[in-house]
């Protein structure tokens, strides 16, 4: 059992697979994380969300001094298209208007009303990450804002599932992080030893809950790599829907060989151009390891729509390789 990292009531279903692995190095002291506490915390804000499905806390992250903000779609859901007010570092607080959301990448960019000369965060790059890199984790778990946490990386390309208060199924290829985070961390940054922002906290693994109440941290964090939210927050802020690369099959768990099992293609996919057919198992996406219908999810969602991906599979007993061109959940303009 487990939880997203907010303080609603509301419980999801996570479920963390596939491995990885890379490098590992360690950054930074004590002073660097009181450097980074102090340059970054002006730029995460507390979100309280009210309406008519419930309340809860969340935290986001100040893109633009006039107020923009980005957050996890369940944290401004947790409402029901409530009121949510943002509260800043310095005790301030706005009402908060809804730019966008997407569900399927558990994404919301909103806009704090009448605010100005806000600190913006710096935005790193999630792409050169390697296991055992240091981090910090900042937002307001349990509401107690501006909370600061440390740990590393401890696992790239983690793919993730959850099922948020909308009921929207989503699986996030994730950042996995031991620094702990706790119900009300989610939509705040976890940065690199330089303070920029390099993963969007969104979840967490729990052994379970009892009473009704949710489970705290048990070192199993997770956040959404910065690279793959920047094109989605882009599209958002235009007034835009976030689009979704497709490989346009239906899918399950395969054991033997281990990968994911094609039950069916759909016609004009971008699987069936690339002659994909049911029963074949799919076992890399590039050079990563697909073992469950979640991994294949997620490394297709990792991608942009058009662009051109490597894929191994199994048909009968043999190995087989094709270049796919990737598709879009939504139609071309």
């Given at each position: 059992s487990s939880d997203n990292a907010d303080s609603s009531a509301v419980g999801t279903v996570l479920t963390p697979s596939s491995d990885s692995s890379s490098d590992s190095s360690d950054s930074g002291s004590s002073n660097s994380v009181e450097a980074i506490a102090k340059a970054v915390t002006p730029s995460v804000v507390l979100l309280e969300v009210s309406g008519p499905q419930g309340s809860?806390?969340?935290s986001g992250i100040i893109l633009s001094s006039d107020g923009t903000i980005l957050t996890n779609n369940h944290v401004v859901a947790a409402g029901g298209g409530g009121q949510i007010r943002a509260v800043f570092s310095d005790g301030s607080t706005a009402a908060v208007k809804v730019v966008g959301t997407?569900?399927?990448?558990?994404?919301?960019?909103?806009?704090?009303?009448?605010?100005?000369?806000?600190k913006a965060a710096t935005l790193g790059s999630s792409s050169r990450l390697q296991v055992g890199e240091s981090v910090v984790a900042i937002g307001a778990p349990l509401g107690l804002q501006g909370t600061v946490t440390t740990g590393i990386v401890s696992a790239l390309d983690r793919p993730v599932s959850s099922t948020g208060e909308t009921g929207q199924a989503t699986v996030i290829d994730a950042l996995q992080t031991d620094a702990p985070i706790n119900p009300g961390n989610s939509g705040g940054p976890l940065v690199d030893m330089q303070g920029r922002v390099i993963g969007i906290n969104s979840a967490i693994a729990s052994l379970g809950s009892s009473m009704g109440s949710q489970?705290?941290?048990i070192g199993l964090g997770f956040a959404i790599p910065i690279d793959e939210a920047k094109r989605i927050?882009?599209?958002?802020?235009?007034?835009q829907p976030a689009t979704h690369a497709q490989l346009g099959v239906r899918i399950g768990d395969s054991t033997d060989?281990?990968?994911a099992l094609i039950g069916s293609v759909d016609a004009g996919s971008a699987a069936q151009s690339a002659g994909l057919r049911p029963n074949d198992v799919i076992t890399k996406v590039g050079d990563r390891l697909v073992n469950s219908s979640d991994a294949l999810v997620a490394a297709i969602r990792?991608?942009?729509?058009?662009?051109?991906?490597s894929l191994t599979y199994v048909r009968g007993s043999k190995d087989q390789t094709v270049t796919v061109t990737l598709g879009s959940d939504q139609p071309a303009a």
């Open positions: 809860g806390e969340g997407d569900p399927v990448t558990d994404l919301a960019v909103v806009k704090a009303q009448g605010v100005s000369g806000l489970s705290g941290s927050v882009d599209q958002l802020e235009s007034g060989p281990p990968g990792s991608q942009s729509p058009g662009a051109e991906v």
